[in-house]
């Protein structure tokens, strides 16, 4: 059974931060790349962060460069996005992405967690 799971969503305030979690089963973890996505209502879904396979690059948008940081422990099989400072705007389906190295067509994505900012 091939899955991400995401947790760690919920309420924040701005300025506040959260830390997003994704668990991988039924695939080879190490062999992907992971994204995270997020999806606010009304708009499309669009790329928050990136990490490569062995953790030894990440990107970002440009909306949450120094704010966000993204990393995986490939011995747990497990992405996490650390949210700082977080903006309204952020408010958000976020979703896990696994991108398979050897043919970035192959994907599997999480079911999302709902990210709220809100005062």
């Known amino acids: 059974q091939v899955q991400l799971v995401e947790s760690g969503g919920g309420l924040v305030q701005p300025g506040g931060s959260l830390r997003l979690s994704c668990a991988a089963s039924?695939?080879?973890?190490?062999?992907?790349?992971m994204n995270w996505y997020r999806q606010a209502p009304g708009k499309e879904r669009e790329l928050v962060a990136g990490i490569t396979r062995l953790g030894s690059s990440t990107n970002y948008a440009d909306s949450v460069k120094g704010r966000f940081t993204i990393s995986r422990d490939n011995a747990k099989n497990t992405v996490y996005l650390q949210m700082n400072s977080l903006k309204p705007e952020g408010t958000a389906v976020y979703y896990c992405?696994?991108?398979?190295?050897?043919?970035?067509?192959?994907?599997?994505w999480g079911q999302g967690t709902l990210v709220t900012v809100s005062s």
């Open positions: 992405n696994a991108r398979y190295v050897y043919s970035k067509n192959l994907e599997v």
């Open positions: 039924g695939f080879s973890f190490s062999n992907y790349a």
